[in-house]
């Protein structure tokens, strides 16, 4: 018998098994690795499937949790088992087990079937450990320094030694403070995690973090050491030179659980026996202002066993309520990208400078070696001034400095020098927001890889990436990510350089969808809403800012209080978490039911207001171009928005009477709004591009007045020759409304204009974050008034959601992505556009790009989710997948036609589609032919000049500017200003005349 076929024909169907089979990926609990600390009490687990095939769908899934690793591997004493389960669900599947153990952890698994019979292996076992559930469960004391100190708040050190007198099994410290704090078991760091326990609503919550230190422990003798820094608690806080907002004192609570191999437990905790000084290296540290660090006063191994603290101080024990304690829900804020110097150079006034090539949110590490005393410092800028020196006056009163004195030579115990190396430099309880950093009093030639930036931020996972042919919309999007790093520093700050860096509610409502597609801010929002709702007044008034230290009474403003609807909605669609909307519920409710309480006849036109937030204005404005919105029309518009998702959560908690009561409401909301801010042909009160806007985003006007509203929206847009003149609540929502009312190559227009105000102006100037102005550097180089001009600002990078779900057509069509909507809209002259996007699922992508012939589009759906695809196409037979017709692809199911597009379901897998006769023409431009003077007669101008501005085609006379798009479909023809400019050639085919539009008459231009 020849055996050779039957082995290949096993080995065949062996491949074919592992290609059918499907995996279990990314087990989570609560969207966490691992987690430590946890205080939920009914943790959620979540995990990703896998598979070769298409169409794969989860239809049941198997958990078990275990007390231990081995326990669960043998499937034996298991703590909860929920049998077999048939559903579909991947994602915040709740724990139904047993009542969890404070500090206990826990191990668990998972398999599941798919829709074609097959069952998955065991997930490798993941665990979580959770933390002190309840005040009781802290033995360890809150303790403080027991002596005056110093006014400039020198970081105070704790330390306390303990024996070890059995083999370590396992060891947790729990850590928290008043302040901020770092902290060493044996001189080594415990844990990644900086500027901790981070910033909460203080008064009703203070976060503890839990660190898994077994390795950092002896078997014997054992030190703890812990130095705390002023941080929020104290510190400078606001912009009115505030401190000690939240208490005077800095306090420690520390508490080191043992667990032995023979299972007896010990706790180590901040108590009485505890010893402080504040005779440390850091002399003075401040978030605003900077630290400063003496090297020659550091005590060495004063975080280690043996260390001689007979001159430390004994702590005073406080009696400081344990009742606000939480676990840590978000991720920490740790190290990420580090950045090398593009090049140190000299200022034209002579100084020492660092450029590090983006503007980003961190600290400089420094390297040096000097004599005991040198003192280097470093102080920080986001831009250099127009003469090219160092430029800070934005900074405000925020010093932004870091001084470092060196501790130099050593000497042994007969007096002589020790050699010694290099120091190194960084700072514990500040970070600055910087470009460049000024360096001065270093000892010798700094060199490039002695001086380093760290990037510091919350460490969320990267979750969506987009490109197009264009580089400058690609820098944009690189600074709209970057400007999320630098600002989502524990909370949402609005700027990280000045004396601000405050939790600005507007800012993050703006921008919190599109943050939800650069990175996975499910955990960090969760986090900071909560603080939202401690920090909401009885009466539902929201403060401008969370964390609020600026007072009880300064909030409610229209648009900033709104993230009490609007964010956690986003976060629902994002992540499709029940729980979140569950939870800021009440808040929710609270603030409409404000707003409801100011209204008269319904209509809210009372309080204080920020309005459309630094809309295109005009100083000494004579002709009405400044775009000034009614505040109280903004006020009405986003009543009814947090209106209507109030209704949508009420829909999605059954609360079907909430549904009812606060769908009539919104009735009269809407008609409120018609009888006070509209005229009877369709008309606002401030007929701005942000009013029509938001009575088209939001439904405030009846159908039959909408068609109208956009037309006169886009008429706006072209008065202002495409521009944008909307500012922070406008801006978000411009290019979405051009495209659902049938305007999308006016939305690329704006989105691809150059020329101020727009979002590409910015990255023409050099940017590589978004500016709070539109024109924070002026077109002259001079900047806006320092008074309030950050360059790291992300509100009006919102666009990138716009750039995400329309451009690359990228969208959950439910919550979560359970299902996905793909509809690209290709335009805007780009010939290819990508975005990708980590869903709880996995990747969902969109990719298309087209030539003179054809258009491709590929597409990433995950396992356990489908998707409606729409294919702009006239037919189902100009399109192919993988070079077959779609008849013939049985993984597809082809729907209908809807507004040019061929809509199809999927499941998932990767798709190529291809669109016969898709394609668009390429024209390619030559700016020299056009550019020159062209002489004309009878006008008050005697030329119209065109000029090529930064790679735009510029039109300009004495009182226009028009941006010229060439016509794809005619040569030598341009849109822009009040219709086509066309350009003639003579007989030697050279460019020598044009003929345009101005003023509703036509004239015509020789070329000189």
Not at 175 to 186: H, K, L, V
Not at 428 to 435: A, E, I, P, S
Not at 521 to 527: D, E, M, P, R
Not at 583 to 592: G, H, I, T
């Amino acid at each position: 018998m020849n055996l050779k076929p039957i082995l290949l024909f096993a080995l065949i169907l062996h491949f074919q098994g592992i290609a059918a089979q499907v995996r279990v990926l990314y087990p989570r609990i609560e969207n966490l690795d691992n987690p430590i600390g946890l205080d939920v009490t009914q943790p959620r687990f979540g995990w990703q499937l896998a598979a070769e095939r298409r169409n794969v769908l989860q239809t049941a899934y198997e958990i078990q949790v275990a007390a231990s690793q081995a326990e669960l591997s043998a499937g034996k004493k298991l703590q909860w088992k929920s049998g077999k389960i048939q559903s579909d669900a991947s994602v915040w599947v709740p724990y139904g087990g047993p009542a969890l153990q404070s500090g206990a952890t826990y191990w668990w698994r998972v398999r599941v079937w798919d829709n074609a019979g097959n069952v998955s292996d065991w997930t490798t076992p993941a665990y979580w450990q959770m933390g002190l559930l309840s005040p009781a469960d802290w033995k360890a004391q809150w303790i403080a320094l027991s002596t005056p100190e110093d006014p400039t708040y020198p970081s105070p050190m704790f330390r306390k030694e303990f024996t070890t007198r059995k083999k370590v099994a396992s060891a947790t410290a729990y850590i928290t403070a008043r302040g901020m704090y770092e902290a060493q078991i044996n001189g080594r760091r415990i844990g990644q995690d900086y500027l901790t326990p981070g910033w909460t609503a203080y008064q009703k919550r203070i976060q503890y973090q839990a660190y898994d230190v077994t390795k950092l422990l002896t078997n014997g003798a054992n030190a703890i050491g812990v130095t705390l820094g002023s941080g929020w608690w104290r510190g400078y806080i606001g912009f009115a030179n505030d401190k000690e907002f939240y208490g005077a004192d800095v306090a420690l609570l520390l508490q080191l659980d043992i667990v032995y191999a023979d299972g007896s437990r010990e706790t180590i905790g901040t108590d009485g026996s505890w010893k402080c000084s504040t005779d440390g290296a850091v002399r003075s540290s401040e978030i605003y202002h900077g630290e400063t660090l003496d090297a020659r006063m550091e005590q060495q191994g004063w975080s280690s066993h043996g260390f001689n603290d007979s001159k430390w101080t004994a702590v005073a024990v406080k009696d400081i309520p344990k009742d606000n304690l939480i676990g840590t829900y978000n991720e920490p804020v740790r190290k990420q990208e580090t950045f090398q110097p593009l090049k140190i150079f000299r200022t034209p006034k002579g100084e020492l400078v660092a450029d590090f090539g983006q503007n980003l949110v961190g600290w400089v590490e420094l390297k040096a070696k000097g004599k005991s005393g040198d003192r280097v410092v470093l102080q920080f800028a986001e831009v250099l001034d127009k003469q090219g020196n160092f430029y800070t006056d934005n900074l405000r009163a925020a010093r932004c400095t870091d001084t470092w004195i060196l501790r130099g030579e050593q000497y042994d115990r007969f007096g002589k020098a020790a050699s010694y190396e290099s120091e190194t430099f960084e700072p514990h309880f500040t970070f600055h927001g910087f470009r460049y950093a000024k360096i001065e009093g270093y000892p010798g030639e700094l060199k490039p890889e002695n001086i380093t930036a760290v990037a510091l931020y919350s460490a969320m996972r990267p979750a969506g990436s987009f490109s197009t042919s264009d580089p400058l919309v690609n820098q944009l999007q690189k600074n709209i990510q970057w400007g999320q790093r630098g600002n989502f520093v524990d909370v949402p700050t609005d700027c990280p350089q000045r004396d601000e860096r405050l939790g600005w509610t507007g800012d993050a409502q703006a921008f919190s969808r599109t943050a939800a597609y650069n990175f996975d801010v499910h955990n960090f929002f969760a986090k900071w809403l909560k603080d939202v709702a401690a920090d909401q007044q009885p009466n539902g008034m929201v403060p401008w800012v969370i964390p609020n230290v600026l007072g009880p009474t300064q909030g409610a403003s229209t648009g900033w209080a709104d993230v009490a609807t609007i964010i956690p909605w986003n976060m629902w669609l994002a992540y499709g978490d029940r729980r979140i909307l569950e939870d800021q519920y009440p808040s929710m409710k609270a603030w409409v039911e404000f707003m409801r309480s100011k209204s008269k006849n319904d209509l809210w036109n009372t309080g204080f207001h920020f309005g459309d937030w630094l809309f295109y204005s005009i100083n000494d404005d004579r002709d009405g171009r400044s775009a000034i919105t009614d505040k109280y029309l903004i006020a009405q518009c986003f009543y009814a928005h947090s209106t209507q998702l109030l209704i949508n959560a009420a829909e999605v908690l059954g609360k079907k009477d909430e549904v009812a009561a606060y769908s009539e409401l919104l009735k009269k909301i809407k008609t409120a709004y018609l009888n006070e801010y509209v005229s009877p042909n369709g008309r606002p009160a401030s007929p701005t591009q942000t009013a029509y806007v938001l009575a088209l985003q939001f439904d405030m006007l009846p159908e039959n007045k909408r068609a109208q509203a956009a037309k006169n929206l886009v008429d706006n847009i072209k008065s202002y020759n495409n521009h944008l003149t909307t500012g922070f609540l406008g801006t978000p929502y411009i290019c979405h409304v051009l495209t659902r009312f049938g305007y999308n190559d006016l939305a690329y227009k704006l989105l691809n204009q150059k020329t101020y105000p727009s979002w590409l102006y910015p990255v023409t100037m050099g940017a590589t974050t978004i500016w709070e102005r539109w024109d924070g550097i002026k077109p002259d180089s001079t900047f806006q008034e320092a008074s309030m001009n950050s360059f790291n600002h992300y509100a009006y990078g919102a666009i990138g959601d716009w750039m995400y779900r329309v451009v690359t057509g990228l969208d959950a069509e439910a919550p979560g992505y359970k299902s996905i909507r793909i509809q690209p809209r290709p335009g805007g002259g780009f010939t290819q556009a990508a975005a990708d996007q980590q869903t709880l699922y996995g990747l969902a992508a969109s990719r298309w790009q087209r030539d003179e012939k054809n258009l491709t589009l590929e597409v990433d759906i995950p396992a356990n989710t489908t998707a409606t695809v729409f294919i702009p196409a006239s037919a189902v037979t100009d399109i192919t997948e993988n070079g077959k017709p779609l008849a013939d692809v049985p993984d597809i199911r082809v729907t209908g036609m809807e507004n040019g597009h061929v809509v199809l379901k999927i499941g998932s897998g990767k798709y190529r589609f291809v669109v016969a006769g898709g394609g668009v023409k390429i024209v390619k431009i030559n700016f020299s032919d056009y550019t020159g003077k062209y002489k004309v007669e009878g006008l008050p101008f005697p030329h119209v000049e065109v000029v090529d501005e930064k790679g735009e085609l510029v039109a300009k006379a004495l009182f226009f500017t028009h941006t010229l798009e060439p016509d794809p479909k005619q040569a030598d023809v341009f849109l822009g200003g009040e219709g086509p400019i066309r350009f003639f050639r003579n007989a030697e085919g050279k460019v020598n005349r044009l003929t345009m539009s101005v003023m509703g008459g036509q004239i015509e231009g020789m070329r000189e």
